[in-house]
T-cell receptor, first 112, second 113 residues
């Protein structure tokens, strides 16, 4: 079973920030929070990951609460191409043995 | 391109047929994963290779499913005597040593009639 819970869907207006929540209340001390997304008819794509500090890259920002029981993925300026299913996953970083345990994810629809 | 490639992209099989799905990982990637994704659900882990060694096959749903990676590069997922419940998208992913990111191929959509 996935170790995370996410809302099944959310809408976002183009050009606005999209804030995607994720609960992971049973996360272990050595587990990182990963985010992937899957655009229709494509394979999943890595977005970002973090342990306890906030992280930012060219795609998104990741905000992790101090108790690490939840996090938020932020897409700062959503575009129509950001319409996808977003998956929040916890796993040990740098562990190439680490299979990804996907849940159902959040279907994000960006509207004009 | 230098991404993960999978073939065929689409496969239709009659119930009871055997199928073979191919994955070409990114060159130099040691780790290779297979996932199964049913319609409307997230991908589910099937099996994992490190080079040619199959280190985890706990996700294979039955003994009809078999995967190999004999030379540590290309991998093949074989399904014998296909059933309708095998209809799904089969995703392959590869990862470099100590990699944090798995790179996914586009998947093979298998439909069993």
């Amino acid at each position: 079973d996935a170790k995370t819970t996410q809302p099944p869907s959310m809408d976002c207006a183009e050009g606005r920030a999209a804030n995607l929540p994720c609960n992971h209340s049973t996360i272990s001390g050595n587990e990182y929070v990963y985010w992937y997304r899957q655009i229709h008819s494509q394979g999943p794509q890595y977005i970002i990951h973090g342990l306890k500090n906030n992280e930012t890259n060219e795609m998104a920002s990741l905000i992790i609460t101090e108790d690490r029981k939840s996090s938020t993925l932020i897409l700062p300026h959503a575009t129509l191409r950001d319409t996808a299913v977003y998956y929040c996953i916890v796993r040990v970083a740098g562990d190439s043995w680490g299979k990804l345990q996907f849940g159902a994810g959040t279907q994000v629809v960006v509207t004009p | 391109g230098a991404g993960v490639s999978q073939s065929p992209r689409y496969k239709v099989a009659k119930r009871g047929q055997d199928v073979a799905l191919r994955c070409d990982p990114i060159s130099g990637h040691v780790s290779l994963f297979w996932y199964q994704q049913a319609l409307g659900q997230g991908p589910e882990f099937l099996t994992y290779f490190q080079n040619e060694a199959q280190l985890d096959k706990s996700g294979l749903p039955s003994d009809r499913f078999f995967a190999e990676r004999p030379e540590g590069s290309v991998s093949t997922l074989k399904i014998q005597r296909t059933q309708q419940e095998d209809s799904a998208v089969y995703l392959c992913a590869s990862s470099p040593p100590l990699g944090n990111e798995q790179f996914f191929g586009p998947g093979t959509r298998l439909t069993v009639l």
